[in-house]
C-alpha cells in the first residue's frame, strides 16, 4: 500500500491533480499571498516539488530546490527558461552562488523534518535572506481545537515530526527575532489543521558560518 502510494505521489500529474482534488493547493496559494512577492524578488523554494505554482508569483528571481528528479524534470521542462530548478537537499554551499533572498517558502517541510535537521534549515534560510527578508512556512500540526477527523489527518501523515504550534514557534525563535504563526483550517476539502509562520528579523545571520 505504502509502495503504491509512493508510485502515484511521484507521477507528477497525478500529484498536482490530487493536490488541486483535496485543495492542498489553496494552501499554498495562500502562503504565496503572505509572502507578497513583488516583481524582481529572489524567491527561494526548499522542497519545491513540481512548482506547480510558479506563475502566481509573477516576475520573480526564483530558485527551486527538490530532491524529486521527477519533479524538478517536469518543472525545469515548464519553466527552466525562466527559474532555476535544482535537485539537490538545499545547503550551505549553495548560499556561495545563491543572491540574496528576499522570501523563502518552506512549505509543508517542517514536519517531515527532525528538530536537529528543521533548526539547520531554518538557520540557514535565516542566513540566506537579504536585509527585510522573510521565511514563511506551513506544516501539519495538532492543535486543541481539532476535530477527530482533523486528528486523525494529522496522525497519518506522511510527515513524521507533526508538532503543536508551541513545538513550531521554538524552532523559529531560535534563528529569528520576530515569528508570527496562525492555525489554519477549513483549506483542504478534508477537516485538516495547519500551522504557518512568518518569521523575519533574523538572529545572528552571516552568510559566513
Not at 184 to 191: D, N, Q
Request: glycine share 8%; aromatic share 10%.
Amino acid at each position: 500500500m505504502l509502495d503504491k502510494a509512493k508510485d502515484l505521489l511521484g507521477n507528477v500529474q497525478m500529484y498536482v491533480a490530487l493536490q488541486k482534488s483535496l485543495g492542498a493547493d489553496r494552501l499554498r496559494y495562500r502562503c504565496l499571498e503572505a509572502i507578497e512577492p513583488k516583481p524582481g524578488d529572489a524567491i527561494l523554494d526548499v522542497g519545491c516539488g513540481p512548482a506547480y505554482y510558479y506563475e502566481r508569483l509573477g516576475d520573480v528571481r526564483y530558485y527551486g530546490f527538490d530532491t524529486s528528479q521527477r519533479y524538478i524534470d517536469y518543472a525545469r521542462g515548464r519553466w527552466g527558461d525562466r527559474a532555476e530548478f535544482h535537485c539537490a537537499v538545499f545547503t550551505e554551499e549553495h548560499l556561495a552562488v545563491l543572491p540574496p533572498i528576499d522570501k523563502v517558502l518552506l512549505l509543508g517541510l517542517l514536519h517531515h523534518l527532525s528538530d536537529e535537521q528543521s533548526r539547520d534549515l531554518l538557520h540557514l534560510a535565516a542566513r540566506a535572506l537579504a536585509p527585510g527578508g522573510m521565511v514563511v512556512t506551513v506544516d501539519t500540526c495538532y492543535e486543541p481545537s481539532q476535530g477527530k477527523v482533523s486528528r486523525w489527518m494529522s496522525k497519518n501523515d506522511r510527515g513524521e515530526f507533526v508538532r503543536e504550534p508551541a513545538g513550531f514557534d521554538a524552532l523559529a525563535r531560535e534563528a529569528f527575532g520576530d515569528v508570527q504563526g496562525e492555525v489554519w483550517t477549513g483549506m483542504t476539502r478534508i477537516p485538516s489543521s495547519f500551522y504557518a509562520m512568518r518569521m523575519t528579523a533574523p538572529i545572528n545571520a552571516s552568510r559566513t558560518a
